[in-house]
């Protein structure tokens, strides 16, 4: 847990994972990629993607179209498929709360009443439910929403430090988008995978083991290369470093428990 030199890094499939405990027991021997999937963000994979759910939800898309009409067009069909798979509309709230905000970056409060129309609620039940979880973004962020846990097993390993860093490097103030558009950093209660300190979650993408000095490379590898070659939509090329200065920095892991997006 403590160890951040030895961490996920390398990337090859026989790499071991310290923090793992399937190291012991029943499981030993399991390399790496067997217990996390080989969905990484950093050298992995040279080529191509891996199929199937491998980023947390909801999906926070670098690009954003804020003037965009929610549920018209393209997302019309998505709003449907999502309605589709509840018994009620009301049971559709959280994923459709999600679809809008993949499409905006945020919700405001225009959102939020015409989701309240669409499922035929009470705004104040959609403004209660959005307002209530962490994950919606009530205010506009940047291309990149870093989310630096400061829970307890992140703190004591670096995680005030870390998110210090981050701000520092970008420029900005908790909850601020950066002047070149490009970050906000805000800190997190416990993103889960606490065997990995400091985490971060840069979009739906899972940074663990970071440390304040990995700081400035991460942010230098968002803006080369982004948070994941395909933003959070499957199967498609991975970037390839042109140099092994430009390879990625530490760490960047999936959110392997995060794979349901509600839509079937
Ligand atoms: S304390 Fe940081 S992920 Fe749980």
């Given at each position: 847990m403590s160890d951040h030199t030895n961490s996920s890094s390398n990337s090859s499939s026989s790499s071991k994972n310290p923090g793992w405990a399937g190291e012991t027991g029943a499981f030993s021997g399991l390399s790496e990629a067997d217990v996390r999937g080989t969905g990484y963000v950093g050298a992995q994979p040279k080529e191509g993607w891996p199929a199937g759910g491998i980023n947390a939800y909801p999906y926070q898309l670098a690009?954003?179209?804020?003037?965009a009409p929610l549920f018209e067009g393209p997302y019309a069909k998505r709003l449907e498929r999502i309605l589709a798979r509840y018994p009620t509309k009301r049971a559709a709230l959280l994923p459709v709360l999600n679809l809008a905000q993949e499409i905006h970056g945020h919700l405001a409060a225009e959102d939020m009443a015409r989701i309240a129309e669409v499922l035929e609620l009470n705004p104040a039940t959609v403004r209660g439910v959005a307002t209530f979880y962490t994950m919606y973004n009530k205010a506009p962020v940047g291309r990149y929403l870093i989310q630096v846990c400061t829970n307890i097993a992140c703190t004591v390993c670096g995680g005030d430090d870390v998110f210090n860093a981050f701000l520092a490097h970008t420029g900005t103030e908790p909850g601020e988008i950066s002047d070149d558009g490009n970050f906000t950093v805000v800190d997190a209660e416990c993103l889960g995978a606490c065997g990995f300190p400091t985490v971060v979650q840069i979009n739906n993408r899972y940074f663990e083991n970071v440390n304040a000095e990995d700081v400035p490379a991460i942010l230098d590898r968002l803006k080369k290369h982004g948070v994941d070659p395909t933003d959070g939509k499957g199967a498609g090329p991975a970037a390839k470093p042109e140099s092994a200065a430009d390879a990625p920095p530490p760490t960047p892991n999936s959110n392997p428990s995060s794979n349901s997006n509600g839509e079937g």
């Open positions: 690009e954003k179209q804020p003037d």
